[in-house]
């Protein structure tokens, strides 16, 4: 009877309520004491205030909520940040979750933050591209749909500084003397990245790749061409505006980079790589967060990790990865031998309640996923 008294009372105590930036400070300690990454204020507040989606739907969207147990403590919290998509020519309001966290002795409590999560009736579509295996035990409740395209469960990587990458691994698995062994074991991965770069110059192209320090007016034009070109592909909005915002603190810090191929001064393709470190293994990590062509041809991938991976050896980052891409864009991503590793769970899910759309997103050719969607890269 004490024991079934002392659950009642906690229930009494518990309620859910939409989060405001004032909750900031709980909601940055709970993450740090579960271990996920945090940000600091400006930034966390800049995914909101500063979103150009947000600020179209006058502050009516919640930046998410909490869970509060006795004494207005925070024990939980799930950020919600808007997107804009476009399909078939038409504008779609994505809500994406983050930075879902729950004190473990309110666990028991944590699906009531994906309950208001879901319930929102003005989105369009639920989107996640971070999803790991103890939080999709909570998401599995509402049935979504694991994205149809894109290996999600495994990332294809290059070592480009192999004795650095050696020493995270290593790390990882609790091994000791990690200095000398991780120089002794690079010797297998460093001769092959030698014959990957030969391969790279023996077939180099005519392609001239230019690295862009931001995104300008161009951006602009490459997007009206590009929706309009592939209408019928599910489209995360890609204006001037909107990667600024995506990209602001990354670009502030220098953990982005921006390649394009340009023909006159029309951009015909561009690549976006980010730094997304492993901290806990000293890990020094880029990432492929999107590449868009208005030419329908992927091989010009190919010259633009050829520069990033370059760019890699040459600043001391360990490794470059690629999770997710259409079969088209894998394609060209296999043809530069990269390693595989399985990951802990399938990443990517989807949720609407558009009983139209949940048709047309069950073909596969309406899928270009990538980094860029969903809160991966945010």
Known sequence: MA????????????????????DYPQIA????????????????????????????????????????????RIVGYIGNVPLSYEFEGEKLLVATSRGWVVDAQYRSYSILLLDYFFAQANVDLYLTTSLNAEAFKGFQF??????????WDHSRFWATNCAGFLAGLLRAKGIPFVEPL?????????????FLRRCLRKNGTRINVQFSSGFDE??????RELKRSRSQVLLGTRTREILDWHFKYALLENKVWIFCVVDGRRLMAYSIFYRQDNAQFGLKRVRLADFQTLANDNSLLMPML???????????????????????????????SPYRRKLPSWLSFYKTNNPRLAQSFKNQRVWDPCLFDGDSSL
Request: proline share 5%; net charge neutral; with cysteine.
């Open 182 to 194: 991780s120089y002794l074991l690079s010797v297998p991965l460093s001769i092959r990245d030698q």
């Open 306 to 336: 050829s520069c990033a991976l370059e760019r890699c050896r040459r600043t001391g980052i360990h490794m470059l990865e690629v999770i997710g891409l259409c079969s088209e864009k894998a394609e060209v991503i296999g043809k530069l």
């Open 218 to 223: 161009h951006f602009d034009v490459f997007w």
């Open 3 to 22: 024991v079934q008294a002392l659950a009642a009372e906690k229930i009494a105590s518990v309620k859910v309520r939409e989060a405001s930036l004032g």
């Open 142 to 151: 509402f049935e979504p749909s694991p994205v149809p395209v894109g290996n």
């Open 29 to 72: 300690e709970l993450e740090f004491q579960y271990g996920l990454e945090g940000k600091k204020f400006e930034e966390w507040k800049h995914l909101w205030v500063d979103n150009p989606v947000y600020r179209q739907l006058a502050k009516s969207w919640p930046l998410g909520w909490v869970l509060e147990g006795s004494n207005r």
